[in-house]
């Protein structure tokens, strides 16, 4: 039982990291209808700059760590924006109006030049940090075994949850949030009615990506690894979240993003760790067969 | 039915012309519509009377042509600016012939995400909206009051909260309406609002029309199959056939244009009119419904 409470809050803690990546994926594919596969690039970056941004922190000596957390957590968020904008003005909208498919293969190309840019720059070998928050609280001990939770991890779930209200404000309650909710409908309408199509798509972009920063930080601080080449993977299981919740729907893309962090986390726990991709990727699989449409995402129906 | 000050012009189109590879959907047509006037634009089909539109609202760039509105703050070609930047700047809007509501919106929201614009520029690209400042509740109190003095107008005022997708099709018509009005046109392009529409909803329709630019003193651009519609609401018609301009004129000078009816009903002089076409032409009250999708 305790072993159980245990994956589940680090299975939590990793969902909420998908999750986050997840709705990067989402928003994309709910504005122009494509997979954003370099999306998992950035956040690669976000995780990078975050890496940087606490190594020059440390070195002009601001070590408050909240204060430290707060700089870098805007810089990640700022600098991953930037890439997202230039991805999506370099690669994708020249492509607007093309077939579904040249989109798509822009943005595998765009991936691998972003895997490769990074490799150049920062080296291919694994980056380490000194944990950051260490300590947490100890919920429960039981035949000498404890259940703690970090304070990293609370300030990660906390996190999710803050962005995720935050967000689900914006596209529910501003002005451009409507806009995004009236590109996604029909866009040549949201156009007729004033609406800059190119730059609400662009601000999609912007916020997509900024959310992976936080999720980049959020690596980086959690597992104290990084490499140019962690965004493939977790930008896969991301999408995975994403298909799993339902594309194109935010809520959706949360869920899904848990979901996936409690089936790695529970699977490496009571079967074997070695597979746990694959369990991930089985459920790509069969979400896929049997309910394209996610758990919760709206089945296109067709008038006739 | 002219206004009593003299008509001042807002659109003038020059010599438009549009072509698609071989095919001259225009070919050389010069109108001009006025202000606070209905200008009808009718033809048979594939006319090119939806061409027209698409050049004004930036969906084509004409292949010849100048486009120019005469908008209180100035004139501006419209053939020139980006698809977006004509409601946004030149205040133009325009319905479909086939709706395009945004279906998923409530009714209500259809019509504020009309007033993006004001929206946006007040909330400072919604940071302030995030941060629930004064000024950009001020503005989305003001858009959703707009929002509403339309829906009333329209009589949709009780079903504001349902998503505009599961609107009655005569519903969705008037809603198109209301949400192009809420842009706050200086002209606004009606494409065959009373296509699909039972007698009681047309003539409805027409009071809403007449409405329009009685009240709101803005000039309105109709493309219209429904000759009731047209004979009785219109200051002026137009009439395409084959992309050329055949007539201009008011209501009564069009009907008895012999050009207009050889365009409707063919060159066979001595073939006899069917009665209820030369009904369709000439007789002012309301008539059955059109076949929907006729075009």
């Not at chain 2, 000024?135 to 009333?152: H, Q, T, V």
Request: charged share 20%; aromatic share 8%; proline share 4%.
């Amino acid at each position: 039982m305790e072993y159980f409470i245990q994956q589940l809050i680090n299975g939590l803690t990793l969902g909420a990291i998908y999750g986050l990546i997840a709705i990067g994926y989402t928003m994309v594919y709910g504005i122009i209808g494509m997979i954003n596969f370099a999306h998992g690039e950035i956040y690669m970056i976000g995780a990078f700059v975050s890496f940087i941004a606490f190594l020059v922190l440390g070195a002009v000596g601001i070590t408050y760590i909240p204060l430290a957390l707060l700089v870098v957590l805007l810089l990640a968020m700022v600098f991953s924006a930037i890439y997202g904008w230039s991805v999506e003005r370099i690669a994708y909208r020249p492509l607007r109006g093309a077939p579904r498919l040249s989109p798509l293969i822009s943005a595998i190309g765009m991936s691998i030049f972003l895997q490769n840019y990074v490799q150049i720059l920062q080296g291919a070998r694994v980056k380490a940090m000194q944990p950051l928050i260490s300590g947490g609280f100890t919920l429960m001990e039981h035949d000498g075994f404890t259940v703690t939770i970090s304070y990293l991890q609370i300030f990660i779930i906390v996190l999710t949850i803050v962005l995720m209200a935050v967000f689900a404000t914006v596209i529910g309650k501003t002005a451009l949030g409507r806009a995004q909710r009236a590109c996604e409908q029909d866009r040549v309408m949201a156009s007729l009615v004033g609406v800059n199509v190119d730059r609400t798509i662009s601000l999609t972009f912007v916020m997509g990506a900024s959310l992976a920063a936080v999720a980049g930080l959020m690596v980086t601080i959690y597992y104290g690894v990084i490499d140019f080449y962690i965004g493939f993977l977790a930008g896969i299981k991301a999408f995975t979240a994403a298909v799993l919740g339902g594309i194109g729907s935010m809520p959706g893309a949360m869920l899904g993003g848990l979901l996936i962090g409690l089936v790695e986390a529970f699977w490496s726990a009571y079967f074997s760790i070695e597979y746990k991709d694959v369990a991930v990727f089985s459920i790509l699989v069969l979400v896929l067969i049997f309910r394209p449409t996610g758990i919760l995402g709206k089945p296109e129906v067709d008038k006739v | 039915m002219t206004t009593a000050t003299a008509p001042t012009r807002l659109l003038e189109v020059e010599h438009l012309t549009m072509r698609f590879g071989g095919l001259v959907a225009i070919d050389d047509v010069s109108f001009s519509a006025n202000d606070k006037e209905i200008t009808a634009i009718i033809g048979p089909n594939g006319a090119g009377k939806t061409t027209v539109f698409n050049c004004l609202t930036g969906f084509y760039k004409p292949t010849v042509g100048r486009l120019t509105l005469h908008h209180p703050k100035g004139d501006f070609l419209l053939e020139q600016m980006e698809g977006f930047r004509i409601p946004q700047k030149a205040s133009v809007a325009r319905t479909f012939q086939n709706i395009r509501l945004f279906p998923q919106m409530t009714v209500l929201e259809n019509l504020v995400v009309a007033q993006h614009n004001v929206l946006m520029s007040a909330s400072a690209f919604s940071l302030a909206g995030l941060l629930g400042l004064r000024r950009y509740k001020d503005a989305e109190r003001e858009s959703i009051e707009l929002a509403r003095y339309w829906l009333d107008k329209v009589g949709l005022l009780d079903r504001a909260d349902i998503d505009a997708g599961n609107l009655p099709y005569g519903d969705q018509r008037r809603l198109e309406i209301a949400r192009a009005m809420c842009t706050e046109p200086v002209l606004l392009c009606l494409d065959e609002p009373a296509a699909g529409l039972n007698p009681k909803e047309s003539a409805e329709l027409n009071e809403l029309l007449l409405f329009i630019r009685d009240s709101h003193k803005i000039g309105l651009l109709l493309i219209e199959h429904d000759m009731s519609v047209v004979m009785k609401i219109s200051d002026h018609v137009i009439v395409l056939d084959y992309g050329c301009k055949i007539a201009d004129g008011s209501p009564e000078a069009v009907r008895d244009d012999p050009n207009v009816i050889r365009a409707y009903l063919g060159e066979d002089e001595d073939e006899e009119l069917p009665p209820e076409v030369l009904a369709d032409l000439k007789i002012d009250t309301p008539k059955p419904q059109n076949m929907p999708g006729s075009e």
